[in-house]
């Protein structure tokens, strides 16, 4: 490669871990962390403006006692007739009937256990760090109407199986919306007793993973960030939309934490960034790839200010222990 093909690749490099959000692959020009072959880096690109369905990864929010994650079981078990799976895709009917007990019954059993947590092996030393105000994890995964149910279903069993192979999990699926989706229900303290406590590279990276899945289940599915989609959250937050559908609680139009002027400079930093990918692969001679690209940007990006020259800044890496750093 020669070194302006090298120097142009190392600016798209940064650039394609600015717009998809990639954990990890931002690094600046001359960085040591291993890259893909440039042909890798197109195909990524191209996969990334071809318009595929989103996949939805949501934390909607967490139990922190037994109760309420007794309630929370409850609920999305719709009082145990719905049927709900364990980690080896069981359902807790056949796991009741084992037990001598109801569904709904044995599924309670299951979340007492899961609040409780795992019993390290070994002596226990002290404890340290305050105590911890959660014992779970509550996800909702889904995709746009229409997608078949069973691929989704086998692609659901298939992230959940590796992602959250160290925790346990149990799931269901509802179909009471115009989407069909899974609830999760996974326990914070892992079997090696490592606490998950997840950030926003988190959610990228399982987002990125079910997409994976999902495609390797033969639906189409991609998982770009809102921004990058040149997509406004117009301060929208699933968990107040949810307690006001409940009734529970009134929605604020928009929510207290959104400013738009901010938001609006996020989406055009990430336009700048695809046009900035655009200009490299016109100037490699590579119109197919460019093309693509600034279609997207248009389609996508019209409606918001011209983008300005702003440089991205490059994701910082955090090292956790156990992979997901401590609960704050």
């Known amino acids: 490669m020669s070194a302006a093909a090298d120097s142009l690749f190392d600016d798209d490099l940064f650039l394609l871990g600015f717009v998809l959000a990639r ?3 931002a690094r600046g020009p001359g960085g040591d962390q291993a890259r893909p072959a440039p042909p890798a880096m197109r195909k990524t690109l191209l996969n990334a403006v071809k318009r595929k369905p989103q996949v ?3 934390i909607t929010s967490f139990a922190r006692s037994k109760e309420g994650l007794a ?15 364990d980690p080896t895709g069981g359902p807790f009917s056949a796991i009741g009937a084992q037990m001598g007990l109801a569904a ?5 059993h299951y979340g007492g256990e899961l609040a409780a947590g795992p019993i390290p092996e070994g002596p226990v030393g002290k404890k340290k760090g305050r105590p911890r105000s959660r014992v779970s994890m509550n996800l909702i995964l889904s995709m746009p109407a229409g997608t078949d149910t069973g691929a989704f279903e ?19 699926f509802h179909d009471d919306r115009d989407h069909y989706h899974a609830h999760v229900v996974v326990g914070l303290q892992g079997h090696a007793g490592c606490w998950l406590n997840p950030r926003k590279q988190d959610l990228l990276a399982w987002r990125e993973n ?17 921004y990058s989609r040149g997509k ?14 409940r009734g529970t609680r009134e929605h604020p139009e928009p929510s207290p934490n959104y400013e738009a002027e901010i938001e609006e400079r996020a989406i055009r930093r990430r336009a700048d960034a695809w046009t900035r990918i655009a200009a490299h692969y016109t100037e490699a001679g ?16 019209d409606h918001h200010p011209a983008p300005g020259t702003e440089q991205p800044p490059a994701p910082v890496n955090r090292k956790r222990p156990c992979d997901q750093g401590r609960e704050r």
């Open 23 to 25: 954990p990890g692959r």
């Open 56 to 58: 939805m990864v949501k």
């Open 71 to 85: 309630a929370h079981l409850d609920y999305i078990s719709r009082n145990g007739k719905n049927e709900v799976f």
């Open 104 to 108: 709904r019954d044995a599924l309670q």
């Open 154 to 172: 086998l692609a659901v069993r298939g992230f959940l199986s590796e992602q959250f192979r160290a925790h346990d999990h149990l799931f269901t």
């Open 210 to 226: 079910f997409a994976e899945s999902l495609t390797r289940h033969g639906i189409a599915a991609e998982a770009m960030p809102a």
């Open 232 to 245: 406004a959250k117009n301060g929208y937050r699933r968990d107040l939309e949810e307690l006001r559908r």
């Open 286 to 301: 590579d119109r197919e790839a460019a093309d693509a690209i600034r279609d997207f940007v248009a389609d996508r990006y």
